[in-house]
């Protein structure tokens, strides 16, 4: 099919605003509120369930809240109280699912007169608490991995703190405990661990858990029930290789199969594996599976994290795994291909090099995600910036420049990014969450991406016109931008692949706006079977941050002795908050400052102060600039 670009303009009356935001260093806060741990789960009507533990005083409150494929916050800009239940002086790990009336699962814990009580909630859409105020109790214990059955049930496991035993429990559609007395499983006489649960069909489910060996290290072991409870086969073992109690790992399923990926111990290094676990309760790859890579010398790259994923119907597993050098200080991805039948590798012995071994050290983060079939997935570098990647059939990437970023603010060993996840948020669409301590404490932050490599759709008007660029088959990356907008200007962008470019006029998208500014909210990049849509910001603002670009604020010299300059690329007249903030988070300085458009410089002299690293914060309304400084003197 021929390239194609054009200009739709609907009308919308009054102001439409969407809220993903285009710029990559400010991203939309999911909640206000300081966050200790985040999970989120995809519905299948297109939003992301995000829950996540609020760190309130002392205590530590569960969370919910629910966004929209235009990154809108359904439930307000905080989201929902779960709990406030007493937690303890720490967070322990906790789990979400959804259910086939995509309410959200939540499992987690709270204190009662110095024990840990494990608890389960269904929150539906509104944000009502199905299963009332105080949730359903499972007993002691931490924990709880909850997984929806395909007839509407949802069954938890937890680790039972008054046996030490990994223990399950089935929920009713009615919200009541199914089973008079939680199963308990061991193995023989010895202990088990965390549990992973997966729906199977007509109700049954397989549990893949951890049986204690000698402090942390376990071995892995399968089972599937039925709907009543009733284990269809004695404990499987899935692998002799160490494995660690305090470890999730990925699992999945296609009707009464499942599939295991995980990495264990072997002698002084890590391997990562895939393991299939037939409903019969035998594993036809053999004891541990199928080998994501065959290299076993202890000068070998070393494989780690690991995450699977698989399409219905499919021939193949997906599996993603950070590889590092035997010191593990430098990293790289990994990706293997997996015939669902054999085990049969199909990127060789050694898997495809997606990222190398180098010191940018990418790392995946967040699970693996599929779309027609291929991956889809986040990693980090060495600077903590988000990015996401899209690969083929073959591995090979599918985007121009191989990745999209998604965050561009950057962050340090000592105060990381953290609790990454990727959801699909539509059949096109996925949604990238982390949480980050930008200045003073850890948020939860979210941007949209669309499979074309879009990022941050946004439409943003008054006046009553939506305009958006489509692009049909092809790809459309941003060339230059105007500001403003003026009648005898253009914004112009190329098409590739192809020859020659294509120019838009900007007065034609703003004619119904006096004044308005245009700009792109983000460059398009897409491969040739994907149709997507680049939506143009419009706004009736004279003042702002040119391009939005994080690096339109500079500053020198770096280190510098508590004096310096800003420079700042600015388009109009425009009022900024400056603020520095030292190491702790602490307002140390403050100055409204006012720049004229076009390139200022502004001198600052903080004084004398301790040598140290401080934040240099530049706000223009819901825009922000920051930047890490050096004193020393």
């Known amino acids: ?13 009054g102001l439409l605003r969407a809220q993903w935001n285009p710029n990559t260093a400010v991203n939309i806060q999911i909640s206000s509120l300081p966050m200790a741990d985040m ?17 309130n005083g002392g205590n530590y409150d569960m969370r919910a809240q629910l966004i929209d494929a235009n990154g809108y916050k359904l439930l307000g800009p905080d989201g929902v109280l779960v709990s406030n239940q007493t937690s303890g002086s720490a967070t322990f790990v906790f789990n979400v699912c959804v259910d086939e009336d995509n309410n959200l699962i939540i ?16 929150i539906a859409q509104d944000g009502t608490k199905l299963w009332g105020d105080d949730g359903i109790d499972l007993g002691l214990g931490l924990a709880p991995y909850p ?21 399950l429990q089935k929920i009713t559609t009615g919200g009541t405990t199914a089973w008079a007395t939680p199963i308990s499983i061991t193995v023989s006489s010895s202990s088990t661990s965390r549990g ?109 994290q690991t995450d699977i994923n698989l399409a219905s119907g499919s021939a193949y597993v997906w599996s993603l795994c950070t590889f590092s050098d035997p010191t593990q200080t430098v990293y790289g991805v990994y990706v293997q291909k997996f015939l669902k039948t054999s085990g049969a590798r199909q990127f060789t012995n050694t898997g495809k090099v997606v990222y190398p071994i180098n010191n940018l050290t990418i790392q995946q983060c967040g699970k693996l995600g599929l779309t027609s079939d291929n991956p889809i997935f986040m990693t980090y570098d060495v600077d903590e910036k988000i990015y996401v990647t899209r690969l083929d059939e073959s591995g090979n990437f599918v985007w121009p420049g191989d990745n999209v970023i998604v965050s561009s603010t950057t962050a340090s060993p000592g105060n990381p990014k953290m609790r990454y996840c990727l959801t699909p948020d539509g059949p096109n669409r996925f949604a990238c969450t982390w949480t980050e301590n930008r200045l003073i404490s850890y948020l939860g932050y979210a941007q949209g991406i669309s499979i074309g490599g879009l990022v941050g759709l946004t439409v943003e008007t008054e006046g009553g016109v939506a305009p958006e660029i489509t692009v049909d088959h092809g790809t459309l990356q941003l060339v230059a931008t105007v ?17 020659g470019s294509a120019s838009i006029s900007a007065s034609g998208l703003v ?83 006012a720049t004229s458009g076009g390139i200022s410089s502004i001198p600052v002299d903080l004084g004398i102060i301790p040598d140290g690293l401080y934040t240099v914060a530049l706000t223009c309304g819901e825009r922000q600039l920051v930047q890490k400084i050096v004193v020393s003197r």
Do not use: C
């Open 147 to 167: 997984a929806a059955l395909s007839n509407g049930e949802v069954v938890v496991a937890w680790i039972d703190g008054s046996t030490n035993t990994l223990s």
């Open 511 to 593: 004619t119904a706006i006096t004044n308005g500014d245009v700009f792109a909210v983000a460059a398009a990049v897409q491969d040739t079977t994907v149709t997507d849509t680049l939506a143009i910001e419009i706004s009736g603002q004279t003042t702002g941050i040119r391009q939005n670009d994080p690096q339109a604020m500079k500053i020198r010299p770096v280190p510098n002795d508590g004096k310096f300059t800003l420079t700042i690329d600015s388009y109009g007249e425009t009022s900024w908050e400056l603020a520095v903030y030292n190491n702790s988070g602490v307002k140390i300085y403050s100055d409204n400052i």
């Open 39 to 55: 999970q989120a789960a995809p519905t299948t009507d297109g939003k992301t369930w995000v829950a996540y533990y609020h760190q």
């Open 1 to 13: 099919m021929a390239l194609a670009m054009f200009v739709l303009l609907a009308f919308v009356p």
């Open 107 to 122: 499992g987690f814990q709270y204190e009662a007169f110095s024990d840990m009580m494990a608890v389960v909630y269904k």
């Open 196 to 304: 992973q649960v997966i729906a199977n069909t007509a109700g049954k489910f397989t549990v893949v858990y951890q049986k204690l060996v000698t402090g942390p290290y376990t071995t892995l072991y399968a089972q599937m029930f039925d709907n009543s409870g009733t284990a269809l086969y004695a404990p499987l073992q899935i692998s002799d290789l160490t494995t660690a109690a305090y470890r999730y790992y990925s699992i999945a399923a296609e009707g009464d199969t499942t599939y295991f990926g995980y990495y264990a111990s072997v002698g002084n290094r890590f391997n990562s594996y895939l393991q299939r676990i037939n409903p019969a309760g035998t594993i036809p790859w053999g004891m541990n599976g199928s080998n994501f890579n065959t290299s076993t010398g202890t000068n070998d790259s070393y494989q780690m």
């Open 483 to 499: 500001f403003p907008a003026e009648a005898d200007q253009e914004v112009n962008w190329s098409i590739l692949p192809g020859s």
